[in-house]
């Protein structure tokens, strides 16, 4: 929070009070700094383009060009500082920091694009290529203008320079921006620490961009760009190094970053306590195998639909996929047991989400989980159990649970009965909308549905008219889902 706070905070009172932004003129301080920072963007350029290589993504690929473009024109910008190493006054010490900002914002701009797109699946498929010419092309670029930097129109600025760097400027930051709040809501989802670096190194480009325009040369306003950009990559190093410090695979530091579907994201930060104790629960019934995943992968789902935010969306994700983690209570001859239930036997099971909770709140970090493993048996019309709470008692995450755990077990082959069709699952959850179910969450579920399987919604009808059997299905004990 301090580096993100600090550099536009000080840019904010230096353009605010210019009696303080001073000037400080070294080149040797210079080209140092700007050393550091193209060290650690080639760092970086370098773990990602191994990663692009044994993960096949294109976005990795992007973000390794761009990492290069910012290594190689800063380091240039360094070299052709009119004074070091005899260099003359030139045009390309201002240009190059434009240009490596402006190409870093362009390609996290399209590494955030869609995975499965014709650019970055072409980039995918010739990763070497890529890499090797663009860094033998950044190479070139530099080579030629720290050589020659006052040749050509490295003497003057070509027409409308000015404005063209103030646009691509002001463009880059607004693209880095957005940028952030992207890397940002993958961040609240997985807690992953590449995504929380790309997080500080687009906020840090789009202020370096907004400094590097609203500074004075070797005032305190234009060294803050500096700032910017050193810790923008300089974070994201930092992630690479605790990444490997811990022995994972470049694959596992960058494999979910550009991905654009959440729950990767969310199952990328499933704790190891709640993928053991979901192995516990599955090895006890083989008949559940999966059941927690797709409820997980489902609530989500739905919860996108109800609009949830990045956080709730995480917390559910947890919470579905624990929601069954008090059945290592239940004994086996009662969780496997081929027919109905007796009254002592629904006991057992109506005391598994108390049991629940009771094993996942010993793990601090489930707590969050807690709701949805009490409450994912209540009913809206207050007849479920733990609790026989009702209505918007329930805690929403519950409600949603309740909806895909239902179609689930529905859907799929139990030790006392055979899979229903879809047509029928759907018409069943249908038939208790407002009883069993919260209208809204059913709502959100039945769109899902409609909008992948249309025909599955107009067969369900059929079911519909069926009501006794509809009905029967709620009548105790159950046989939805135990």
């Known amino acids: 929070m301090l580096s993100l706070i600090v550099p536009p905070l000080m840019l904010g009172v230096l353009h605010r009070y210019p009696r303080y932004d001073l000037v400080f003129q070294s080149v040797d301080f210079h080209l140092a700094i700007v ?8 760092l970086v350029a370098i773990a990602a383009a191994l990663a692009a290589q044994r993960t096949n993504q294109g976005a990795l690929i992007i973000l390794a060009v761009a990492c290069l473009a910012v290594g190689a024109f800063m380091l240039a910008h360094g070299l052709t500082t009119p004074g070091i190493f005899g260099r003359p006054m030139n045009q390309w010490v201002g240009r190059f920091p434009v240009l490596a900002i402006g190409v870093f914002a362009a390609s996290l701009s399209i590494a955030a694009t869609r995975p499965d797109g014709r650019l970055l699946t072409g980039l995918a498929k010739r990763p070497r290529a890529v890499l090797l010419t663009a860094g033998a092309t950044f190479t070139l670029i530099a080579v030629i203008t720290v050589a020659w930097p006052a040749a050509g129109i490295g003497s003057r600025p070509f027409p409308a320079e000015g404005m063209l760097s103030t646009a691509t400027l002001l463009l880059a930051a607004v693209a880095l921006l957005v940028a952030g709040i992207v890397h940002w809501w993958r961040y609240r989802l997985s807690s992953e620490r590449m995504q929380l670096a790309l997080v500080v190194a687009s906020w840090q480009g789009s202020g370096a961009a907004l400094s590097l325009e609203l500074g004075q040369q070797w005032h305190l306003a234009w060294w803050d760009y500096h700032v910017f950009l050193l810790i923008g990559f300089a974070a994201a190093v930092y992630a690479v190094a605790i990444g490997s410090r811990r022995r994972e695979r470049m694959q596992q530091v960058w494999g979910t970053v550009f991905v654009s579907d959440p729950l990767e994201h969310i199952e990328r930060g499933y704790s190891d306590a709640l993928r053991v104790l979901v192995g516990a629960v599955e090895a006890r019934d083989g008949y559940t195998a999966g059941h927690s ?11 996108q639909r109800l609009a949830l935010r990045s956080t709730q969306l995480r917390t559910l994700a947890e919470g579905a996929y624990l929601h069954d983690v008090g059945k290592i ?10 027919g109905r239930l007796d009254e002592d036997e629904w006991a057992w099971i109506r005391q598994h ?13 489930l707590h969050g989980a807690l709701d949805m493993i009490r ?18 008692e329930i805690p929403l995450l519950a409600r949603i649970v309740a909806v895909a755990d239902v179609w689930d077990a529905l859907t799929s082959e139990r030790a006392y009965r055979s899979a229903w069709q879809p047509d029928r699952a759907l018409a069943h959850l249908v038939a208790a909308r407002g009883t069993h179910f919260d209208p809204e969450c059913l709502d959100a579920f039945t769109s ?35």
């Open 35 to 42: 050393g550091i920072i193209a060290a650690c963007a080639f």
């Open 293 to 303: 995943a797709r409820v997980a992968e489902l609530s989500v789902r739905i919860g």
């Open 329 to 338: 209570g239940v004994p086996d001859g009662v969780l496997n047991k081929p």
């Open 353 to 365: 989400p108390v049991v629940g909770v009771e094993i996942a709140g010993r793990a601090p970090s």
């Open 375 to 392: 409450h994912h048996h209540e009913r809206f019309d207050g007849s479920g159990y733990p609790d026989r709470l009702a209505g918007h």
């Open 448 to 482: 899902i549905l409609g909008e992948q399987h249309n025909l599955l919604v107009e067969r369900s009808r059929v079911w519909l008219d069926q009501r006794p059997l509809a009905t029967a299905c709620h009548d105790h004990p159950p046989t939805a889902a135990r």
